[in-house]
Nanobody, 119 residues
Framework: QVQLVESGGGLVQAGGSLRLSCAAS????????MGWYRQAPGKQRELVAA???????NYADSVKGRFTISRDNAKNTVYLQMNSLKPEDTAVYYC?????????????WGQGTQVTVSS
């Protein structure tokens, strides 16, 4: 089991920045992949950025060059630095942890944090 707690969302003007945090209840080195997803009203949840336990990162095309995913292993926390925010970035952002073990594959989700970008 993994509990994930997000923080850092809020209201920001277009062009501004926010940093989201996701604190895990256990060592993030034990988690195969951690990622940030978002879901806007009326749209499907989509992957924003992910980082593997080895440090490999992956980004959605729409955020490349603007968002950066990183982690602090000592704090068991993953971050999403969001710069040059656009109104279309408005969504609920969810932290995800994917675990692959001998008993199967498991996905864990945080409760979500709202990000609103005003024009």
């Amino acid at each position: 089991q993994v509990q994930l707690v997000e923080s850092g969302g809020g209201l920001v003007q277009a062009g501004g920045s926010l940093r989201l945090s996701c604190a895990a209840s256990r060592s993030i080195l034990s988690l195969n992949v951690m990622g940030w997803y978002r879901q806007a009203p009326g749209k499907q949840r989509e992957l924003v950025a992910a980082i593997t336990r080895f440090g490999t990162t992956n980004y959605a095309d729409s955020v490349k060059g603007r968002f950066t995913i990183s982690r602090d292993n000592a704090k068991n926390t993953v971050y999403l630095q969001m710069n040059s925010l656009k109104p279309e970035d408005t969504a609920v952002y969810y932290c995800n942890a994917a675990v692959v073990s001998s008993s199967g594959e498991y996905d864990y989700w945080g409760q979500g944090t709202q990000v609103t970008v005003s024009s």
